[in-house]
Structure formats: C-alpha cells, structure tokens
C-alpha cells in the first residue's frame, strides 16, 4: 500500500486522533485528510503543471500541501527558505515551478513576494478560507516509479541539483526505518527540523504520519521553546542533529527529567562529535542514537538504534539496503578496511533532474547490480555496523546543510580584487563544519577581510558565509595549477 493512502486510511478509521501539534494549534487525521483535498482541487483549478513547489514552515501545512500535490498526481518540489535569492530562483527555473504554495511570514523571511518570479502564481495557504463543505477527493492509484518528490541539493558544479525521488523510494525508507527502529502508533515524536531536508521529510513528516502517530511541530529551533514542548508533550522519538543537541547542552538549567520522556534521541545530517555525544550521556542521561543517509537514498541508509547500539558507529543497515566498501578501482574491501560507500536498495533515487550526465556519474554497476556513489569514505565491521570515517568529496556539511566549496569560492572571486579562492572546512563543535576561505589578490589589488567577508554576507546565506577569510601571497598549486587543498587544510 502506497504512503497516501495508508495515510488517510488513518483518517477513516481515527478521524478524531491528533495528527499534528504545531505552533498554529492541533490538527486531528481527519482535518489534515480533509484539507488535502480542500488544496488538491486549488492546485487542480490553478495549474496542470506536474510541479508543484512549497515554500512553507515546519508544520501540518507541509503534509496538507505534499498530500494535495499527492492526490492531484503532482511531484513536490519543497523550497529550501534559507538559500540565497539568486539559488532560489534557479531551484523555481530550474524545476518548471509555476505555482508554490506558502505562507506569509516566510515570503517576509525570504525577503518578500518581489523574490519570486514574476510568472510564479502564490498558494497563500494563511489567506484561504475553507469551504463549509470540502470536497471529497478519492486517491488515486500512483505508480510506484512515478516521482513523488524532487529535493534539491548542492552539486559539484556549484549549481543545485534536483534528486527525483519516486513514490516506491519513500516508502520503501519510511516502512524500512518503522521496522528497523521499532517505532509504533503510540510513539509522539517531536520535529524540529525543516520538512525541505529529506530527513525532515521522511522521518518526522511521512513516518509518524504513517504509524498514525502524533508529531509535535516547532517553525523555529529555540532551545528553550522545545524544552519547554518535551515538557509539554512527552515525546518518546526525537530526531536533530548535532548541533542542535549542542546548544540544548548550552541551557544552564537543563535537566535530565526534563528529557526522562525520550526513550529515541536520534542524531543525524552530519558528524556527531565525540565531546556532544559524552556530555549528553553524563549530564541528561540521554544516549544519541547517530544514523546515516544522502538526500539521494531517501534518505536513511542506517541507523543506531536501543537494541542494535555500538558506540562510534552509525548503525546497521535498514532492511532492504545493501552496502559495498570499496577501493579506488571499485573493489570490494575487507571486513573492518576503508573505502567507498556504494549504496544499492529500493530507497536509493532514480536520478537527478534534468541531468543524465551526473546521473550516469553517480551510479556503478558491480555483479548486474546498481549502487550509487555516496562519496563518503567508511567501514563496515564484522557485526555489520557501519561507520563514517572521511569523506571523498569536498562538501562541506554546515548544520546539517551541504555545501559544495565552489559554491562559495564562485562568490569571493567575482569580487573584483581578488584572483583565486580556496574554501575549506574546519570542524566546529556547534555547527559541524565551518567554512575557511583562503584568498590570492590581484597585483596591486587592496581588500581586508572585513571587506571580502561583507562581501560574502552580502552574497551568500549565512550559514555559507566563510567565518574566517585568509590573505595569503599566493596558494598552494600542483605542477598543472590545480590549488592543493590539503596544504591549506595542514
């Protein structure tokens, strides 16, 4: 059974169950399968577009509004809020969106309807007034393989790149990660991370929903706010990542009955540091539970879990996905040794949009069978415990953000001053990774770091904005003038 309908079977048989508890108020199974069908027949008399985008908050609007896309045989296309102006437009342009349905206080965050284009027509969900009668709208049978959802991700190129995910792969991950963590209908989970990131996506939207749990919603991370809702709510799953754990830490007054409710604290969307995973253990008695997984498997590929625990380790494999550990020339290495991370299984994409060559790129075929190229560098050991030692590629993961170095290096070099840029990543308890850009200048040419780093604010979100700017007499090439990174990094 498809993920739509297991859903608003839940709505037949529980009408009156609390589906969602978000910062507007509470939302019972029958009023979120209801509202789908109120927003499929305005997507349906607005648009025959097969995209449809959303730009909304952390709430019960973003399954309302995938539901309705859903229902209207509609791919979703969730927007990252927090990109810049010019990569937002891309994502609109690039994905043929012509409608997006949103809200008003994130049209104001990302600055206003103006950062829109013109052609795109606005859903304002906050202005709408339902009809005293909804419409009843049957689901429709979708093909397993037909995309549900295009998620966009930084590419190598600098560019987003838009990761079709199918209805078949999100099940498949979303019934593989119930089974393989034990998670049931009485479980209250607590979701704190944005629903445009496929683990807000799969874990703390289609998951809870599925089970016909509730989940409890916050539009913002304020430490002491979801305190406050564990206190509140009780929650027994609650999934973040590292450096949202760290700043809960930072709570003076933070105490382990506070969190006692949590019997799943899971952490994932980039390495959890040793130093964050002790003081949770020592002074809330809670235990992270770290996973693993890529926008492009859906995207849990493995998880720690109560009963299946190993410290230092992201855990085993969800049912369903396989693994390889493999040298330079695609060999598979022995139990224990470092390789690549090849990754097969039905929660893995069917490819990126609108880009074969990547797509090609991103695959490998070994034994007839194709597995993607996660680029991370890890080991599996004898037990079956998979664990993230390196990374291939040269993304940066910012609080749980990827960001590709030439994202940020195609900024600093258009300022006129400078000659060539080098962004690389340093480890930082609270976000991850931060970004640190080394700069050539042009001869004769004058720029502090006050100037370039202004710059990059001015150009760049935040979170991609380099905490550091460098000036160095030259940077370090290789005999053809390739900049070696890992002498900037020593």
Not at 114 to 135: A, F, K, N, Q
Not at 162 to 173: S, W
Not at 420 to 441: M, N, Q, T, W, Y
Request: glycine share 8%; aromatic share 6%; net charge positive.
């Amino acid at each position: 059974m498809g993920l739509l309908n297991q859903i608003l079977r839940r709505a037949v048989r529980h009408p009156l169950r609390t589906a969602v508890i978000d910062d507007r108020g509470t939302t019972s199974y029958l009023r979120l399968a209801l509202g789908s069908m109120v927003l499929a027949r305005l997507i349906r008399e607005t648009t025959s577009n097969p995209h449809v985008g959303l730009l909304l908050p952390t709430s019960a609007a973003t399954p309302m509004a995938i539901f309705a896309a859903w229902l209207e045989r509609r791919t979703v296309i969730p927007l990252n809020f927090l990109l810049s102006r010019e990569e937002l437009r891309y994502v609109i342009d690039h994905g043929g969106i012509d409608t997006i349905l949103t809200v008003g206080p994130l049209l104001d965050f990302i600055g206003g309807e103006e950062v829109i284009p013109g052609h795109v027509r606005l859903i304002r969900l906050d202005r709408l007034r339902p009809p005293r009668i909804p419409p009843i709208v049957l689901p429709p049978r979708l093909d397993p393989q037909s995309i549900a959802a295009i998620l966009y991700t930084s590419g190598t190129s600098g560019k987003p790149k838009g990761v079709m995910l199918t209805h078949d792969n999100l099940r498949c991950n979303v019934f593989g990660a119930i089974r393989h963590a034990g998670l049931c209908t009485e479980d209250v989970f607590l979701g704190v991370l944005p629903q445009f990131h496929s683990f807000g996506l799969t874990a703390l939207t289609l998951a809870p929903l599925a089970l016909g749990a509730r989940v409890i919603y916050t539009a913002r991370f304020i430490p002491r706010k979801v305190v406050e809702l564990i206190r509140e709510h009780r929650p027994g799953v609650f999934i973040a990542i590292p450096s949202m754990y760290n700043a809960l830490l930072s709570l003076k007054d933070i105490q382990p009955a506070d969190l006692a409710s949590i019997r799943m604290a899971v952490s994932g969307g980039e390495p959890l540091p040793a130093a964050v995973f002790d003081e949770c253990l020592q002074r809330l008695n809670l235990r992270l539970l770290e996973g693993y997984g890529l926008t492009e498997t859906s995207p849990v590929v493995s998880w720690c879990t109560p009963a299946q625990f190993r410290r230092g380790t992201v855990g085993r494999l969800l049912p369903g996905v396989s693994v390889k550990i493999v040298d330079d020339n695609d060999r598979p290495v022995p139990p224990g040794h470092d390789g690549e991370i090849l990754i097969a299984g039905p929660n893995v994409m069917k490819g990126y949009y609108k880009d074969p060559a990547q797509t090609d790129l991103a695959f490998v075929r070994i034994a007839g069978r194709r597995y993607f190229r996660s680029g991370d560098i890890g080991r599996l050991d004898s037990a079956g415990f998979l664990s993230i030692t390196g990374r291939k590629k040269e993304m940066l993961i910012i609080a749980g953000e990827n960001v590709f170095p030439r994202e940020i290096e195609e900024v600093i070099n258009r300022h006129p001053a400078v000659r060539a840029s080098a962004v690389i990543g340093k480890r930082d308890e609270v976000r991850g990774e931060l970004p640190i850009a080394f700069v050539e200048l042009n001869e004769g040419a004058a720029a502090d770091e006050a100037e370039l780093r202004g710059w990059c604010r001015q150009n760049l979100p935040a979170f991609k904005s380099p905490r550091e700017i460098r000036i160095v007499p030259s940077l370090p090439r290789s005999p053809t003038g390739k900049i070696v990174r890992r002498l900037l990094q020593a």
